[in-house]
């Protein structure tokens, strides 16, 4: 992980907010592109060893994005996706929405949690701020979302990775 | 009947589970946590800690024991509330392992983003003769 990008990760447990902000050393045009369009998205935001594959993506106010997590060699999540409907864009500067998860159609999992996302974006010096605010319901929302999206193994396979490229066995 | 003993057990924990950050968002809940975190509490002894009722600590006590942050224990004819030191850690653990899903992502978007400009950077280099 580069070192020297900023990387603030806080919890604010009485709002149930959690609040991330990462630089990026890019512009807000491309940084904005990234979070955007489908085809990029696809290439960053599922956390390995996992790939995000966007099924639709209808980028504008009242639109939404229906995305599948896979992993190759696994048939874990088959029918688990996932949906984020927007709700105010302001290109290249905001778009917030709801995130839930949900089947092949879209339809949300009942029971499913809807977490409401806000990002923001501020460029300074060529470097690309983006600050997300995610706030959930309750505790079992954000275990949900770990588990559903992420179960154990993937955490193991993360000390996995860290632990290879540090000892390279 | 041990198996059905836990097995009731099992169930009304499921039922009665309750919000873990709601329970600690109460700032008496949280003092309640700091003073047994040093040593098992009663009842008694706390109301006299927060100049309030008895009624009013043992309904934080039950919220607290719901969501199993603290945990009721004998003791001759007492009963005196102990921390669940584990419960405390499994909000971080949840918490770890969300944020190491965004340092993940993260790190793949670095690596986008170079590709993305080297990309651009290299269609608009001025072709060689």
Not at chain 1, 26 to 53: C, F, H, M, R, S
């Amino acid at each position: 992980m580069n070192q020297t990008l900023l990387f603030d990760f806080s919890v604010n447990k009485e709002t149930k907010t959690i609040n991330v902000k990462r630089e990026f050393a890019a512009g807000t045009g491309p940084v904005w592109e990234a979070w955007t369009n489908p085809e990029i998205l696809d290439q960053w935001w599922a956390p390995k060893p996992y790939k995000a594959e966007t099924r639709k993506m209808d980028f504008r106010k009242g639109g939404y994005w229906l995305y599948a997590m896979t992993c190759p060699g696994s048939t874990e999540f088959k029918d688990q996706l996932s949906r984020m409907d927007y709700e105010e864009i302001e290109p290249k500067k905001r778009f917030s929405g709801f995130t839930a998860f949900c089947d092949e159609t879209g339809k949300v999992t009942p029971g499913s949690a809807r977490s409401l996302w806000s990002n923001v974006f501020t460029e300074n010096n060529g470097h690309t701020t983006v600050a997300i605010s995610l706030k959930f319901d309750k505790l079992e929302d954000l275990e949900t979302m770990v588990k559903m999206g992420f179960k154990e193994g993937f955490t193991m396979a993360l000390e996995n990775l860290d632990q290879y490229l540090e000892t390279g066995v | 009947m041990f198996a059905r003993r836990f097995a009731i057990k099992c169930l009304h924990d499921m039922k009665t589970r309750r919000d873990i950050f709601q329970a600690i968002a109460d700032p008496t809940r949280r003092a309640i946590i700091t003073l047994i975190a040093l040593q098992a509490m009663t009842p008694n002894a706390l109301a006299e800690h927060f100049k309030t009722t008895r009624q009013a600590v043992s309904n934080h006590l039950q919220i607290l024991s719901e969501c199993q942050l603290v945990k009721p224990v004998q003791q001759g004819r007492e009963i005196y509330y102990e921390l669940q030191i584990d419960k405390m850690k499994e909000i971080d653990k949840w918490l770890e392992q969300f944020r190491k899903i965004w340092e993940s992502r993260f790190d793949n978007l670095d690596k986008v983003l170079q590709h993305m400009q080297k990309k651009q950077k290299d269609e608009t280099k001025p072709k060689k003769d």
